[in-house]
């Protein structure tokens, strides 16, 4: 016996929405500006991050200072701050699970 044909019937008449095809987002273009302030950023940030190390073993007495509020805030008592990998990794995972 021949193959079934599958049939589709339009729901009340209607043609089905056509859904635009995602178009692949644009390799991102990084002009040598940008490339230079990320640099001196991260670059300055390491330095920062050394002179605090050195400054909590007691190895120099001027440098940056690390804020410590003190009083803190009792609204912030129960904050929890979140894990922003974590919440990347289960948005992605949600979009994969949506998709499929």
Do not use: M
Not at 48 to 58: I, K, N, P
């Amino acid at each position: 016996s021949p193959a079934q044909k599958l049939v589709f019937n339009r729901v009340n008449g209607k043609r089905p929405q056509v859904l635009p095809q995602q178009v692949s987002a644009p390799e991102e273009c990084y002009t040598l500006a940008h490339e230079e302030n990320v640099r001196f950023v991260y670059e300055a940030w390491q330095q920062v991050e050394q002179q605090l190390d050195g400054s909590r073993s007691g190895e120099s007495t001027c440098g940056p200072v690390q804020y410590v509020e003190k009083t803190p805030n009792p609204g912030l008592k129960n904050f929890v701050p979140i894990d922003l990998e974590e919440w990347w990794a289960q948005q992605f995972l949600a979009k994969i699970e949506n998709c499929s």
